[in-house]
Nanobody
Framework: QVQLAESGGGSVQAGGSLRLSCAAS????????MGWFRRAPGKEREAVAS????????YYPDSVKGRFTISQDNAKNTLYLQMNSLKPEDTAIYFC????????????????????WGQGNQVSVST
């Protein structure tokens, strides 16, 4: 199985930046996509970024495009999410996740494509 541990969250002022990290352990050989998701208070879980590992193509929803950047470090087996120009509406619990579906690139922002999940890390953005 795959274990994921997020870190790097915290509280920032609007317009600030944070970088989240997700350390992966266990059996990761068959991971094809990795992604970041968030759940805001009273709202459903939504994707904020994903990456297809075979080639590194990235995907973002309109809500964060141009502000968030997803990246990976294969040597460290770690996923990152750089968040800039943060807004109060970005306040949420952020999760990283992995997909073992070789065709995950077809729906890289679909939460149902992902198999393993971290426990989440709080990000709070104040006005």
């Amino acid at each position: 199985q795959v274990q994921l541990a997020e870190s790097g969250g915290g509280s920032v002022q609007a317009g600030g930046s944070l970088r989240l990290s997700c350390a992966a352990s266990g059996y990761t050989t068959s991971t094809y996509c990795m992604g970041w998701f968030r759940r805001a208070p009273g709202k459903e879980r939504e994707a904020v970024a994903s990456i297809y590992l075979r080639g590194g193509r990235t995907y973002y929803p309109d809500s964060v495009k141009g502000r968030f950047t997803i990246s990976q470090d294969n040597a460290k087996n770690t996923l990152y999410l750089q968040m800039n120009s943060l807004k109060p509406e970005d306040t949420a619990i952020y999760f990283c996740a992995t997909s073992r579906d070789y065709a995950c690139y077809s729906e890289p922002l679909n939460v149902r494509e992902y198999n393993y999940w971290g426990q989440g890390n709080q990000v709070s953005v104040s006005t």
